[in-house]
């Protein structure tokens, strides 16, 4: 099983929320492939006007992919200066390949966390925050992460069982004092096969 949060690690996360609505058995699909439960409440909102959802802050990132730095107005400690993926766009069923460069002006260290939305369509999906710590090991680091310049370089599998839609995601890191680490954000289009 793919966990969800593979997936959003590898799509680094999401953007301005223009989604077409899913079918119901898409949305279960979807569901099950990242191991989900069903939310007890579906969240539907329109446009960007979730409280989660980025501003109109948002920085591209230099590189290829669909990942922009969000919240950018705001002193963040990584500056990610570049990501590449490959092949752009990603494809069910397909490895991909991303090789992000970037500066982090202060260490990282255990108690850091990141506050992860994804939506489907106009579905939110999950919102959930996990440990920062634990889920860079599948980046194959590990806190603390010291200051200075990163380049993490991985490649994951995207299931072939993805339903197909557009996936928006939005993850905000922070250190174990608060202290705003980044906010990156991205839109991925899955078409129908
Ligand atoms: C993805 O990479 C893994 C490990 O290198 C390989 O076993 C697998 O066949 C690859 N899948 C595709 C679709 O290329």
């Not at 500056?79 to 970037?102: C, S, W, Y």
């Not at 939506?119 to 806190?143: A, M, P, Q, S």
């Amino acid at each position: 099983m793919v966990s969800f949060t593979k997936f959003a690690i590898l799509a680094l996360t999401a953007g301005t929320i223009n989604g077409a609505l899913v079918p119901t058995a898409d949305f279960q699909k979807a569901l099950d492939v990242f191991g989900l439960e069903p939310p007890s409440q579906l969240t539907v909102s329109f446009g960007g006007s979730s409280s989660n959802f980025p501003g109109p802050d948002i920085r591209p990132i230099p590189g290829n992919s669909p990942v922009s730095q969000c919240d950018a107005n705001q002193p963040q400690l990584l500056n990610l200066q570049k990501l590449i993926i490959d092949p752009n766009p990603p494809e069910r069923g397909q490895n991909i390949t991303f090789v992000a460069t970037g500066f982090l002006s202060k260490d990282v260290e255990e108690g850091a966390y990141v506050d992860v939305e994804v939506k489907y369509g106009f579905i939110k999906l999950v919102h959930e925050t996990f440990d920062l710590c634990e889920e860079i090991t599948k980046v194959e680091l590990e806190c603390p992460v010291l200051k200075g310049e990163q380049v993490i370089r991985k490649t994951v599998e995207i299931p072939a069982e993805v339903p197909p839609g557009r996936y928006s995601v939005v993850a905000r890191a922070y250190t174990n004092k608060d202290v705003f680490i980044t906010c990156l954000t991205a839109t991925i289009d899955f078409p129908a096969a």
